[in-house]
């Protein structure tokens, strides 16, 4: 094995750690995998019984069944609220070291609370790395999966609601927008039958003005074109002209274009890049998926700083008193970031703030505020 791989890296690491700092971050990965199980359960618990209530009475399901639909929809809402894991659990394993009188024998020793509380923000950073790589595209499959296979059991809850032949799509660039319903379509080939298609300009204001119409037989998707049979185009205001065979551009890829676009949550971060290049090129807003996307990069940091934030509230000694009360304002200080980062993406995904902006700004807020507290607390 050679010396710079990531085995040998985590080594290396683990030696410059003193064994002041490595029972540190022992204790402290044990609290947050006990923070974590407790939430887990919770969030399995509410979502047995919210499945139960929404999918067990529309169709014949078991409770294993439920059970296994819940496997399946819960490591999506566990990841999102992972950084509760850490703000806990943290913030839990210092009191417990501040309760037994172990701080002020570190402190008597030497040890600076930098040294033995970022060993386990790069901890929680690095889990946070491997969250976005491994755990959010495994978590993402299952909740797909789990929307395919509560959508099959429920297909016949509502059986009217179906119109298994109707396609609606839409194309468009900078300048034009073209959106198309077709009453049917005929598989192989994928061939839209009685299609009509309604042509936009988009105007240096983004509005769309309507340009022309055009209704045809039946209309087949080719790379860069449609091709349609029997058309008929009419523009505003002039009379309608017939066309045996008329091509019209196209954006559409042939291969991608009739796939239905799955939820952010439901699509991995691997995928998310192309996903958003797909929906912009048919020409629809990306912005909920531009906004799961930089949440995702922001994920580290985000741990990072629940784990600063979490230590720095437990760090006041003892014999000061008061510690209780610091404790749950650390509490309640992870709820208002919670709070706030759902806020900011609201906000994102109304288009009010630039996706980067609202993805980025509630972890970036938590890191300096805990490196802020965590300066005042320490250093004076």
Request: glycine share 8%; aromatic share 12%.
């Amino acid at each position: 094995m050679k010396s710079d791989s990531l085995p040998g890296v985590f080594r290396n690491y683990q030696r410059r750690l003193t064994r002041i700092e490595r029972y540190v971050l022992r204790r402290t990965l044990f609290a947050v995998g006990g923070a974590l199980a407790i939430l887990a359960a919770v969030i399995m618990l509410i979502d047995f019984v919210e499945i139960s209530r929404t999918v067990g009475v529309r169709s014949q399901t078991s409770a294993l069944d439920v059970f296994g639909l819940t496997l399946m929809k819960s490591p999506n809402v566990i990841l999102l609220l992972l950084p509760f894991s850490f703000l806990f659990g943290v913030l839990a394993a210092f009191v417990n070291f501040n309760r037994r009188s172990e701080l002020i024998a570190m402190r008597a020793a030497g040890v600076s609370a930098w040294r033995f509380i970022f060993p386990a923000a790069g901890a929680a950073f690095l889990i946070g790395v491997l969250t976005i790589l491994a755990l959010n595209p495994a978590a993402s499959w299952l909740d797909g999966r789990f929307e395919r296979l509560s959508a099959a059991l429920t297909s016949d809850y509502l059986p009217a609601a179906k119109q298994p032949g109707e396609t609606w799509l839409r194309q468009g660039d900078g300048r034009t927008q073209v959106v198309i319903h077709a009453r049917s379509r005929q598989s192989p080939g994928d061939r839209l039958q009685d299609v009509s298609m309604f042509v936009y300009t988009i105007n240096s204001q983004g509005r769309l003005n309507f340009q022309r119409r055009i209704e045809a037989r039946e209309a087949v998707l080719r790379p860069g074109f449609w091709q349609l049979y029997g058309a008929r185009e009419a523009a505003a205001g002039q009379q309608a002209v017939y066309y045996d065979t008329l091509s019209i551009p196209s954006t559409l890829d042939p291969s991608t274009a009739y796939q239905e676009f799955d939820q952010p949550q439901s699509v991995p971060f691997w995928a998310l890049p192309g996903v958003i290049q797909r929906i912009e090129g048919a020409g629809f807003s990306a912005t909920s998926y531009k906004l799961k996307f930089h949440q995702l990069l922001a994920t580290p940091i985000l741990f990072a700083a629940m784990s600063i934030l979490g230590a720095a509230f437990s760090l006041r000694l003892m014999r000061l008193g008061g510690l209780a009360l610091l404790a749950g304002s650390g509490v309640a200080l992870g709820f208002v970031f919670f709070f706030f980062n759902e806020l900011c993406g609201a906000l994102g995904k109304a288009e009010i703030v630039p996706a980067v902006l609202a993805g980025w700004t509630p972890p970036l807020l938590a890191l300096l505020s805990g490196f802020t507290l965590l300066t005042y607390t320490e250093d004076g």
